[in-house]
């Protein structure tokens, strides 16, 4: 576990250097069945979302990771990827044009599909994500208001300060860029210490599901948080655990 400064913010880590496909190695090389509850939990907030006609939606810190894509896509006219660090933008865009899926993406795509059970899905999700999707590379702090219709997030806000400060402002960035009523769909670390990417150490600030309920009580209605797999040792580095929130921006 790093040992990040919990007045350390965002600023201060080297986030262009993040390194990538070691991220991807270390959190997704080997598929846990947490990150199947991800996409489930996803799937269902987007899925019920979507009966009121296909979505807007933002992905908020995608990292090198194609989860939050497979949810959105089935139900999404677009998709938005909302990322700060220029690796992780370059490798999103080069993963997406590679003509071979890669094991893990096979099986987190069959988790999405099965999640969406009637709802048609593609049986090779890359070409309509490459045509729907648009790489942005932005940061939190600077998200466009009231510009999407849904908004999912996995471990962001959290996961890049170990300031609370910088914590409250980037979940009321992310609740306030999609519009009044649109779909949020949010997973957070609980009780964090930090975690390392390659050899660099990233700050996670420590919080309980109580700390995050009433950050978003006051951006959102509706809220509702899922504790899932929370145990007392690490998973992976940084992991033991998460909270999985859903709400409607007010
Ligand atoms: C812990 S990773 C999570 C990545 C991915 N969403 C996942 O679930 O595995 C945190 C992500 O936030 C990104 N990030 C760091 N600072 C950010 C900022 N100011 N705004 C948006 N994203 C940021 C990092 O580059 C990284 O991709």
Request: charged content about 20%.
């Amino acid at each position: 576990m790093a040992n990040a400064s919990p007045a350390t913010g965002n600023a201060d880590f080297s986030w262009d250097r993040f390194d990538s496909e070691s991220y991807f190695q270390h959190y997704y090389g080997d598929p846990h069945p947490d990150d199947d509850n991800v996409i489930r939990l996803a799937v269902a907030a987007l899925g019920a979302a979507a009966k009121e006609g296909p979505l807007d939606i933002v992905d908020v810190g995608t990292g090198p990771n194609f989860i939050p894509l497979f949810a959105a896509l089935p139900v999404a006219d677009r998709v938005t990827v909302w990322e700060y660090a220029r690796s992780n933008c370059d490798w999103l865009a080069a993963e997406l044009e590679k003509p071979e899926m890669r094991p893990q993406w096979k099986h987190f795509w069959r988790v999405a599909r099965e999640a969406y059970m009637s709802t048609p899905t593609p049986i090779d999700p890359i070409p309509p994500l490459r045509a729907k999707t648009t790489i942005t590379q932005g940061s939190i702090y600077d998200l466009p208001a009231r510009r999407w219709t849904a908004a999912t997030m996995f471990f962001c806000a959290e996961s890049i300060t170990g300031r609370m400060d910088e914590f409250e402002q980037g979940c009321a960035a992310y609740a306030r860029c999609v519009k009044p009523g649109g779909i949020l769909a949010a997973a957070f670390l609980v009780r964090s210490g930090g975690y390392i990417v390659g050899d660099r150490p990233f700050p996670v600030l420590s919080l309980t599901p109580e700390a995050i309920e009433d950050v978003f009580s006051r951006h959102a209605r509706d809220v509702v948080l899922q504790r899932i797999g929370i145990v007392e040792r690490e998973i992976r580095s940084g992991y033991s655990g998460f909270v999985f929130l859903t709400g409607r921006a007010i």
